[in-house]
């Protein structure tokens, strides 16, 4: 099993920053094929959406739309850990965020392609 453990969320006001973490273990981690890692997040009555991705190997990232510009996505491999830093945040990006992990290297927005999830950490921006 793989386990993904979020931390980093918290209140901040509209225009702060946020830098989420996400630590992957467990006992078969050493054995799973670690393609990619992903950000999504769910705010309240919404479907959970795509955040960001990128892949375990090389710098290939790719974002939602909506967080371009303000949203970086990296990771650290001797930490088997991925960052969400989060700047210029905006009411609007109050949800729970989640990070995923797939073995496809392929950066896919779709939640089916994810096999592991963590629990979730609460982002809240006030206007």
């Known amino acids: 099993q793989v386990q993904l453990v979020e931390s980093g969320g918290g209140l901040v006001q509209a225009g702060g920053s946020l830098r989420l973490s996400c630590a992957a273990s467990g006992r078969t981690f050493s054995r799973y094929a670690m393609g990619s890692m992903a950000w999504f997040r769910q705010a309240p009555g919404k479907e959970r959406e795509f955040v960001s991705a990128?892949?375990?190997?090389?710098?290939?990232?790719s974002y939602a739309d909506s967080v371009k510009g303000r949203f970086t996505i990296s990771r650290d491999n001797a930490k088997n850990t991925v960052y969400l830093q989060m700047n210029s945040l905006k009411p609007e990006d109050t949800a729970v965020y989640y990070c995923?992990?797939?073995?496809?290297?392929?950066?896919?927005?779709?939640?089916?392609?994810?096999?592991?999830w963590g629990q979730g950490t609460q982002v809240t921006v006030s206007s």
């Open positions: 990128i892949r375990w190997s090389g710098s290939t990232t």
């Open positions: 995923a992990a797939a073995s496809s290297f392929v950066l896919r927005a779709d939640i089916r392609a994810y096999d592991y």
